[in-house]
């Protein structure tokens, strides 16, 4: 086995994420092809993902693959997380990873039912199923509405679920929501436009048909949609272990294993002696694109793309996630994680070094950065929905 070096990784990283200044995206949609889809939690990302990929970028021109030519596709899927897919992809989701967190949510919301929900016992399949069918024909006029109009005019679904009454970690929980959800990992029901800012939340919901405008694909067996996958993941990630497509997938390492096989991919060696994988046609050495800087926002693909980090992060990593997990923002140098940004009271861009060795001509880069990013953002503060410690207030002072 051949041995890729840390060195050769972070060089991968800057040429296939398009970070590099001779490797931008012209595009969107390139842009999400490069980290083979965007993270769509923290509705600002999407946006944000983009402006650090492409050469020049305006709000509008993310606002046109998604609502305009609908070329870029939001789909729950991988770990229930919400992303942004190039919209050939979304049929090899929605028959391997949605499919796989659609069947969990579908028990899960079933039992709910039966426990703290409309349905009796045993019931909550048949309540779920006429649920479904009355929200489909509800929206088959093709017109989108909010998981509130929903509510209002669906009197399937119109009530609460009540869970855990008494207990701390309950609450009231509207049905619209959780059914629309169910809807859209079965790929029969698709977000929409968003009825706010862009860097707001605010979904719309109509038929999968009507968004896809009749043109619907068929869903990818799952064995084929995994395969998908992974090698679109190893072009843009790799090399990675079977334990880095296992934790992005939110899958089996079986499902893992069987893709990697299906593929044709080839073992290789990685710094820290693990067993790496890459794909058949990509084996020769990728070269470093000279050196780069990038302000990426909360959840980016590039730092939530692999389980085991520290090739990129170092000894970074509880100053940049949060308990749960999140990302928060994070300043690159060359393929390595020194710092995290923040705006303050009037949108300027600030940086939060956490390396004291960033070199001086790195700073400067990096400075030239956040002012372009200020400058785009325009004052606008975007919420930060997952913060991280080095995002904190009075962090490092």
């Not at 509008?60 to 919209?87: I, W």
């Not at 509510?151 to 509207?174: D, T």
């Not at 996630?321 to 303050?344: C, E, I, K, L, P």
Request: charged letters at 25%; a neutral charge.
């Amino acid at each position: 086995m051949r041995l890729v070096t840390d060195d050769e990784r972070r060089a991968r990283l800057g040429v296939r994420h398009a970070l590099a200044p001779t490797a931008k995206a012209a595009s969107p949609e390139e842009a999400a092809r490069a980290v083979v889809c965007l993270h769509a939690t923290d509705p600002p990302s999407v946006h944000l993902s983009c402006w650090a990929r492409v050469g020049a970028l305006d709000v509008d021109d993310v606002e046109r693959a998604l609502y305009g030519t609908r070329s870029l596709v939001r789909q729950q899927s991988m770990r229930e997380t919400l992303f942004v897919f190039p919209r050939d992809l979304v049929p090899a989701v929605w028959g391997s990873a949605s499919a796989r967190v659609a069947a969990i949510h579908r028990n899960r919301l079933v039992r709910d039912l039966e426990r703290w929900g409309p349905a009796a016992e045993g019931q909550g399949a048949a309540w779920l199923a006429t649920a479904e069918k009355a929200v489909l024909a509800h929206l088959a006029d093709g017109v989108p509405r909010s998981s509130k109009q929903v509510r209002e005019e669906v009197p399937e679904v119109a009530g609460f679920i009540e869970q855990a009454p008494g207990k701390s970690w309950g609450g009231r929980i509207a049905l619209a929501p959780r059914v629309l959800t169910q809807l859209s990992l079965d790929g029969v029901v698709a977000r929409a436009a968003n009825a706010g800012a862009w860097y707001t939340s605010r979904p719309t919901w109509t038929t999968t048909r009507a968004w896809w405008r009749d043109e619907v694909p068929e869903a990818l067996a799952a064995r084929q949609g995994y395969a998908e996958l992974v090698s679109r993941w190893l072009w843009s990630y790799g090399p990675g272990t079977v334990e880095d497509l296992a934790w992005w997938l939110g899958a089996t390492k079986s499902a893992v294993r069987t893709a990697l096989d299906d593929i044709g991919a080839q073992r290789v060696s990685l710094a820290d002696g693990s067993v790496g994988w890459l794909r058949e046609d990509d084996l020769a050495p990728v070269a470093a694109a000279g050196p780069w800087v990038a302000l990426l926002p909360l959840l980016d693909p590039t730092v939530m793309g692999w389980k085991a980090r520290a090739f990129y992060l170092g000894a970074h990593t509880s100053h940049l996630f949060d308990s749960a997990g999140n990302a928060g923002t994070t300043a690159w140098v060359d393929g390595r994680v020194v710092g995290a940004w923040v705006q303050d009271a009037d949108g300027v861009v600030e940086l939060r070094l956490l390396d004291d060795d960033v070199s001086a001509q790195a700073r400067e880069a990096l400075a030239d950065e956040a002012r372009r990013l200020s400058a785009w953002l325009d004052g606008r503060r975007v919420f930060a929905v997952y913060p991280s410690p080095a995002m904190q207030p009075g962090f490092g002072r």
